[in-house]
T-cell receptor, first 117, second 114 residues
Framework: AQKVTQAQTEISVVEKEDVTLDCVYE???????LFWYKQPPSGELVFLIR??????QNEISGRYSWNFQKSTSSFNFTITASQVVDSAVYFC??????????????FGAGTQVVVTP | GAGVSQSPSNKVTEKGKDVELRCDPI?????LYWYRQSLGQGLEFLIY????????KSGLPSDRFSAERTGGSVSTLTIQRTQQEDSAVYLC????????????FGPGTRLTVL
């Protein structure tokens, strides 16, 4: 069975601090996809990144960066120089391609990030 | 509109009543998903439609839940004989077919069962 664990329930930081969100996943599939979504207070889930299991390159997009390590089954997300607008719940999700329906997302419990001025 | 839309945005109903929730996916997206978000259970997959294939209903919590998708576009999630534990935000998402692409989520319907 697929499982995604986000052990951090809430992280509070002061603006301009860096924050790293942990995501650990479990799957028997060799081909799978990992995602991060952001859910701001407005409630709508916003896609941030998709990574497939064959691409372990780290990725940077502006202040966001992702570290994918298959050896530890982790896909961690770092926000550099956090801003108040980064306050949201962040979800890590897994999509397996053999044991589950194509595209079906298994979400972690989410991590609430609170950035104070 | 350009995004996924859902209606109603809020629904309050009495225990035992039936409710219908609607989702309009992004035009051209053949894959459509329903998820449920509640405090106790987090984000849970409910059902998945892909084109004309039989839907994956493996996430539906009971036989009181059903969903259909007409004409490969609009989808309706129906909950019969609602219970208080059905109270949650019901999210719809759509995506392009043929790959595990990003899913675009709607704003959700907040269901409250009294």
């Amino acid at each position: 069975a697929q499982k995604v664990t986000q052990a951090q329930t809430e992280i509070s930081v002061v603006e301009k601090e860096d924050v790293t969100l942990d995501c650990v996943y479990e799957t028997r599939d060799t081909t799978y996809y990992l995602f991060w979504y952001k859910q701001p207070p407005s409630g709508e889930l916003v896609f941030l990144i998709r990574r497939n299991s064959f691409d372990e390159q780290n990725e940077i997009s502006g202040r966001y960066s992702w570290n994918f390590q298959k050896s530890t089954s982790s896909f961690n997300f770092t926000i550099t120089a956090s801003q108040v607008v980064d306050s949201a719940v962040y979800f890590c999700a897994l999509s397996a391609t053999v044991t589950d329906s194509w595209g079906k997302l298994q979400f972690g419990a989410g991590t609430q990030v609170v950035v104070t001025p | 509109g350009a995004g996924v839309s859902q209606s109603p945005s809020n629904k309050v109903t009495e225990k035992g009543k039936d409710v219908e929730l609607r989702c309009d996916p992004i035009s051209g997206h053949t894959a459509l998903y329903w998820y449920r978000q509640s405090l106790g259970q987090g984000l849970e997959f409910l059902i998945y439609f892909q084109g004309n294939s039989a839907p994956d209903k493996s996430g539906l919590p009971s036989d009181r839940f059903s969903a259909e998708r007409t004409g490969g576009s609009v989808s309706t999630l129906t909950i019969q004989r609602t219970q208080q534990e059905d109270s949650a935000v019901y999210l719809c998402a759509s995506s392009l077919a043929g790959s595990v692409s990003e899913q675009f989520f709607g704003p959700g319907t907040r269901l409250t069962v009294l």
